[in-house]
């Protein structure tokens, strides 16, 4: 070869493993208790290269993800504030005695990459039976918005049934009606 000649190398893309995978999914959706606030540090918004001051940047992107989600924290009462303590950045949900699951919009793509879990106080299994023995009859209400990034496993299995129910008694009423 020639020294004017250029060799092109192909850089090697590294596919995750499974391990790996899971932890970025788990990251993705985060979980809240409702009546308590829940402070998450705000590196998870920070995408490739870091620059040289990450911290400033966490900063802009939290205020940039609070105010893009500020109507969506409002659907289950949750007010968020970016705290920043030291060189850190933080993010404290305070969230309301509403529970469910929403989408949240990324400030640096855009898009629906992450997910938010208000679970209550009680564990899953304890409410319904407990509301059903008080006579307290609870409906899912449906939110429209996207569905959550990877969290169909920590979605409680009522909730999601009520939901196929209601979505199948809308197909069977619309075939009636044709």
């Not at 959706?29 to 040289?52: I, K, Y």
């Not at 997910?115 to 209550?120: F, K, S, Y």
């Amino acid at each position: 070869m020639s020294p004017s000649t250029t060799k092109r190398v192909r850089r090697s893309t590294r596919v995750p493993n499974n391990t790996e995978l899971a932890l970025w999914n788990h990251r993705r959706c985060f979980e809240a208790t409702d009546s308590t606030v829940t402070t998450l540090p705000a590196n998870f918004l920070l995408r490739g290269q870091p620059s040289r001051d990450p911290s400033s940047q966490t900063g802009r992107l939290a205020d940039q993800f609070v105010e893009l989600n500020r109507h969506i924290f409002s659907t289950l009462d949750l007010s968020v504030e970016p705290r920043y303590r030291d060189s850190r950045v933080e993010l404290d949900f305070h969230a309301g005695t509403r529970i469910g699951a929403i989408p949240l919009l990324s400030p640096t793509s855009g898009r629906y990459d992450y997910g938010l879990v208000v679970r209550p106080r009680f564990d899953w299994p304890g409410i319904g039976p407990l509301l059903g023995a008080t006579g307290w009859k609870v409906i899912p209400q449906t939110l429209t918005l996207p569905m959550l990034p990877t969290s169909e496993k920590r979605i409680p299995p009522w909730v999601l049934s009520t939901i196929t129910l209601f979505r199948k008694r809308t197909v069977l009423a619309v075939c009636i009606s044709q």
